[in-house]
Nanobody, 120 residues
């Protein structure tokens, strides 16, 4: 089994910063791409940022220049540094990882979600 544990959400004022963390553990041979998504009630899930196993990154236009995704392969952990937060960043944030669970098997695993609220 694979476990995905997120942390770092909370309440922050507009213009503030938060750092989300997501640790992947369990029966994994390798972690491939990792990503952060977010969901606002009554809206579709939005891809926020992705990072490949080699460190290549990509961002949604709405967060470019404000958010930074990174990973520590030794710790099987992905981070999302969020700066200059806006009220529209308020959402439940989810970590996603594509992992090799065996020689011929892969799985997409998800964290439980962490709430980020940007409000004065």
């Amino acid at each position: 089994q694979v476990q995905v544990v997120e942390s770092g959400g909370g309440l922050v004022q507009p213009g503030g910063s938060l750092r989300l963390s997501c640790a992947v553990s369990g029966s994994i041979r390798r972690i491939n791409a990792m990503a952060w998504y977010r969901r606002i009630p009554v809206k579709q899930r939005e891809l926020v940022a992705t990072i490949s196993s080699s460190g290549s990154t990509d961002y949604a236009d709405s967060v470019k220049g404000r958010f930074t995704i990174s990973r520590d392969n030794a710790k099987n952990t992905v981070y999302l540094q969020m700066n200059s937060l806006k009220s529209e960043d308020t959402a439940e944030y989810y970590c996603n990882a594509n992992v090799d669970t065996g020689i011929w098997s892969q799985a997409d695993v998800w964290g439980q979600g962490t709430q980020v609220t940007v409000s004065s």
